[in-house]
Nanobody, 116 residues
């Protein structure tokens, strides 16, 4: 089970930190991602972090967003800085792999609204 939190309303240029708490599995074995879906658009991958801590980012957020994980707290984070109105979306956490086994688990989403 995945529980996302931390969304809200922020002005352009501001920051937010999203959290995703996981339960029901061995967190350290999970490959994790943040996706987002803006109104009228398809869901897109924002950032991912492997079990080893290697990260990848969408070009649109690279240098502004940082994904991280705390295996002791079973929690993943997305630090979002210098937010732009185009970052407005519902943000979802996702597990796409546990160990060597592919999975596709989703949290309920948290809304981020960036005003100009």
């Amino acid at each position: 089970q995945l529980q996302a939190s931390g969304g809200g309303l922020v002005q352009a240029g501001g920051s937010l930190r999203l959290s995703c708490a996981a339960s029901g599995g061995i967190f350290s074995f999970m490959a994790l991602n943040w996706y987002r879906q803006a109104p009228g658009k398809q869901r897109e991958l924002v950032a991912g972090i492997s079990t080893f801590g290697s990260t990848n980012y969408a070009e649109s957020v690279r240098g502004r967003f940082t994904i991280s994980r705390d295996n002791a707290k079973n929690t993943m984070y997305l630090q979002m800085n210098n937010l732009k109105p185009e970052d407005t979306a519902v943000y979802y956490c996702n597990v796409d792999r546990i160990g060597t086994v592919a999975r596709d688990y989703w949290g309920q989403g948290t809304l981020v609204t960036v005003s100009s």
